[in-house]
């Protein structure tokens, strides 16, 4: 898969999203309260559209549990059929803390000049091209990498856009750990000097492997890498760049930065420039095995 593949995706599910889109008004949704989410013991039915929707479509059965709230979104504990499942539910734009995502999306090609105009004005329909484009960017992200070999949480919805659009704003992604242990990240985990060590071989290869696809992730620190059975799996990918991205350079060195000063804590002492040279040595070598993505 190339990126030129991905922002062929990302466009047509962008599109497909403008076409669904409403025309009336609506109160920004920022973070769900996880009653509302969860279904009623008489009616089976949860008060949240978004929720009824992807148990309407077979995705889920019921949310358990809310995880974690971030800037951007909230990570919900489900169950499916399946087994467990993590619904990230985005935020409305207008309802979000993050709102720079300019510096990430440059240097990608947007086909439709009349949504190009509208994201970049960031009109109603454009903030909802943008919502739907932000959703459609992490499930193409996480089909891309998992297809690699890449240590990622494996997407449950897709890989066709078709598909992964009809459940925005949410990404539906197998659950690492277990309901009543969810994976920790990095940053919260409590780490032995030897697990500290391991761990952070496993995050400079992480970061490695997606320079070798040709990927700043742009935010890459112990707060976006989970700690399970010994294993460090890398989250959180919307903000996925390549290097068509004029900013690449910079992400990419403040990727190593970022990785660098947040594994102090765990007695790592690695500078930013050395973490990025020994990224840059491993991604010139062999990547992981690609997974056989079933039909």
């Known amino acids: 898969m190339s990126a030129r593949w991905l922002e062929d995706e990302l466009n047509g599910a962008g599109i497909q999203a403008e076409r669904r889109t409403k025309h009336k008004a609506k109160k920004p ?37 809310e995880l974690k709230s971030g800037k951007e979104a909230t990570a919900y504990v489900a169950r499916g059929p399946h087994g467990s499942v993590l619904v990230k539910l985005y935020r409305d734009l207008e309802a979000r803390s993050f709102k720079r995502d300019g510096v990430y999306r440059e240097g990608q ?13 960031r009109s109603r329909k454009g903030l909802e091209m943008l919502q739907a484009g932000w959703v459609s960017a992490e499930y193409a992200h996480l089909w891309h990498l998992w297809s690699a070999g890449l240590q990622v949480p494996e997407p449950l919805v897709g890989p066709s856009p078709f598909e992964y659009s009809a459940t925005t704003p949410a990404v539906l992604m197998r659950l690492i750990g277990t309901e009543d242990q969810p994976a920790p990240r990095l940053s919260d985990a409590p780490l032995t000097p030897e697990e500290a060590r391991n761990a952070w071989k496993q995050s400079v290869q992480g970061m490695a492997d997606l320079l070798r696809l040709g990927y700043a992730h742009g935010d890459y620190s112990t707060y976006n890498l989970l700690w399970w059975e010994n294993t460090v799996t890398i989250i959180d990918f919307p903000q996925l760049t390549t290097r068509q991205n004029p900013n690449f350079t910079e992400l990419l060195r403040r990727d190593a930065q970022s990785l660098a000063t947040s594994f102090r804590k765990h007695g790592i002492q690695a500078d930013g420039e050395t973490t990025l040279r020994e990224v840059q040595r491993r991604a010139a070598g062999q990547g992981p095995a690609p997974r056989v993505v079933l039909p």
């Open 109 to 121: 090609v947007i086909l439709d000049q009349r949504a190009a105009r509208a994201m970049a004005s």
């Open 29 to 65: 949704l920022g973070r769900r309260r996880l009653e509302t989410l969860t279904a009623d013991a008489e009616t089976g039915e949860a008060g949240d559209d978004i929720i009824r929707r992807l148990m309407a479509l077979g995705h889920i059965t019921e949310v358990v549990a």
